[in-house]
């Protein structure tokens, strides 16, 4: 199923190559495509055609504001990341988010903190917690990155990881960050991983260029990994996949 995103960077809604993201160096950003239009437009549309689990992600400081008004125009339609912590995660669900998706707080010096995690399951409860596993390679192997997807962990994305942690929230958010934002094509080993061995339902975001990727994860997840596609989308600039397509498409899931 195709899965909605709403992707955030310094207030505006946009679509960037995630590997290019470096507070370091900040010259380095290489932006696709930089909306005229508000979140809330995009919220709106993702209402009328009842796209839920689609996903909010603040990138970077200065997008409280602009997460809260495309979460106000359909509340419980829309999943939250970016910057969640135990502390904040209440907030965002009065805010009208059906989910909070949380990395980096969940990791201090490289490893997953299991008092974070039972804290965050405390603060919202399972059913309203999705875990971002968002990757990079790392030889034949794939590593869950925070901090904007700059830092690498030593989690790894595997059978294990994705079997205990599937007991431990209600969804997975998994971006493939070495294809993210360069609508070449997906990472179909990251796909087949997720599809393997995940209990629970995941979403894949990175490199879906075309509507076959979309039917390919599908066939893959057997509808249990959805599909985030972004610049290739023609309502982020993008000429290879058409909203109205995918939309279809999940009309088409549903009805079958």
Not at 176 to 183: F, K, R, S
Not at 220 to 238: C, E, K, M, P
């Amino acid at each position: 199923m195709f899965r909605p995103c709403i992707d955030l960077h310094e207030g505006r809604v946009k679509q960037i190559v995630g590997s290019s993201i470096d507070d370091a160096r900040p010259g380095a950003l290489r932006t696709n495509f930089v909306s005229e239009k508000p979140p809330a437009w995009y919220a709106e549309l993702y209402c009328r055609n009842n796209l839920r689990g689609g996903h909010v992600i603040k990138l970077g400081q200065g997008n409280d504001d602009a997460a809260r008004e495309a979460l106000a125009a359909w509340p419980g339609g829309l999943q939250v990341g970016g910057a969640i912590t135990a502390n904040n995660a209440a907030e965002w669900i009065d805010a009208g988010a059906s989910h909070v998706i949380v990395t980096s707080w969940l990791f201090r010096d490289g490893k997953l903190d299991e008092d974070r995690l039972k804290q965050l399951g405390q603060a919202v409860g399972q059913a309203r917690l999705v875990l971002d596993l968002s990757c990079r390679r790392r030889g034949d192997e794939h590593f869950v990155v925070t901090d904007r997807w700059q830092t690498f962990t030593e989690l790894r994305v595997n059978a294990d990881t994705l079997g205990g942690l599937g007991k431990r929230c209600d969804e997975f958010l998994i971006h493939g960050v070495d294809v993210e934002g360069l609508a070449q094509g997906i990472d179909e080993t990251l796909v087949r991983l997720i599809a393997g061995h995940s209990p629970i339902p995941a979403t894949y975001a990175g490199g879906a260029r075309s509507m076959d990727d979309l039917r390919r994860v599908t066939e893959l997840g057997q509808r249990r990994v959805h599909l985030t596609i972004g610049s290739a989308l023609d309502i982020f600039g993008g000429d290879g996949v058409r909203y109205e397509d995918a939309v279809a498409f999940n009309q088409e899931q549903t009805d079958s």
